[in-house]
């Protein structure tokens, strides 16, 4: 495994995080944006 691919796998991790967050806490939350 590349450095690349370890940075695409975690980038994709971090960007489902940030949707279900959203979707769970209703976008009331100023510090992820």
């Known amino acids: 495994?590349?450095?690349t691919?370890?940075?695409q796998v975690s980038n994709?991790?971090?960007n489902?995080?940030?949707l279900?967050?959203?979707d769970d806490e209703d976008?009331?939350?100023p510090?992820?944006?």
């Open 1 to 3: 495994m590349s450095y």
């Open 5 to 7: 691919d370890v940075a």
């Open 12 to 14: 994709a991790a971090h």
């Open 16 to 18: 489902y995080e940030i």
């Open 20 to 22: 279900h967050e959203r």
């Open 27 to 29: 976008i009331e939350r």
């Open 31 to 33: 510090d992820k944006q």
